[in-house]
């Protein structure tokens, strides 16, 4: 599997081909790696890129135009062995996907897909670019699925850490049933207005899915240390916390876009949060992983 590192004299990080997948974000001082070890007994992924769907499809497929597609759940980036590197700088790594009769047959839309991991001091940019390459209009849906290790240091629980997010809250999450489409309940999940202590049974239902947060910037943050992860996302307006129980990491879950609703009718024009593009234009969205040590 091929992997292109870029460093700076305080950070560096590491990205496969395959996924464009983000696999290392490391101190070079510490010698502390944030991202999670993707441990296939645990969970076998480090950081997936979600494109052009993200979670789960009702009934595995979506409708377009009275015609069935069955796309997998988050998309087909991920594991995805066409993708190739198409720009490398001093601080940058760019990979790109471009529509094929492979990608047609799952989702028939004549896409283009990039994503550039820019390192800027003690920050890692993860920039996405998608291209409407056809003469209709496209619609998609779009995020990140990054994991972090918890807990960091030795010496630490699980339960020592806690998310702070920068503004008050009082979204609830809404319930994942059991088939991965989003149910009709919420519950609450904030111990304080700005947070959300973790702990093993956290993410016992799955994840927890917030669709209107004050917040663009969350915070993985210790009782113990004075060490903090955020993650900045001001142009993915829904959210994903997630981790497999008593796992040790956290996944911070950016989206642009949602798993479908158990009462959804299938059509991806009617999905909620879908995107939309016009022909022959381009999008960017833009998230960010800051490391303050």
Known sequence: MNRYTIKNNKFQFSVYQEGAELHSFKSLKSKKEYIW????????????????IIGCLKEDS?????????????????????????NETDNSLTFGLKYSEETLAVYPFKFEFQIKYTLID???E??????????????????????????????????????????????????????????????????EPTKI???????????????NLNSSKVSLKSKKSDQVLSVEFKDFPYLGIWAKTNAPYVCIE???????????????????????LEANKDFVAVYSIIIKE
Not at 37 to 52: I, M, R, T, Y
């Open 37 to 52: 070890k993707a441990d296939p007994e645990v969970w076998g992924s480090h950081a997936p890129n979600l494109f052009p």
């Open 62 to 86: 979506f409708l377009y135009k009275g015609k069935e597609y069955a796309c997998p759940k988050h998309g087909f980036i991920r594991k995805n062995n066409a993708i190739s590197l198409i």
């Open 122 to 124: 003690n920050k890692l």
């Open 126 to 191: 993860v920039a996405h670019t998608i291209i409407n390459h056809g003469d209709e209009q496209m619609l998609f849906s779009l995020g990140g699925h990054p994991g972090f290790t918890c807990p960091l240091n030795e010496g630490e629980e699980y339960t020592d850490y806690y998310l702070e997010f920068e503004k008050p809250e009082t979204a609830e999450t809404w319930r994942v049933l059991e088939s991965g489409l989003i149910g009709k309940d919420t519950s609450p999940v904030f111990d």
């Open 197 to 211: 202590n973790l702990h093993p049974q956290l993410f016992k239902d799955d994840a927890l899915v917030f669709k």
């Open 254 to 276: 950016p989206w642009l876009g949602i798993a479908d609703s158990f009462n959804a009718d299938r059509n991806l024009e009617n999905k909620e949060a879908i995107m939309k």
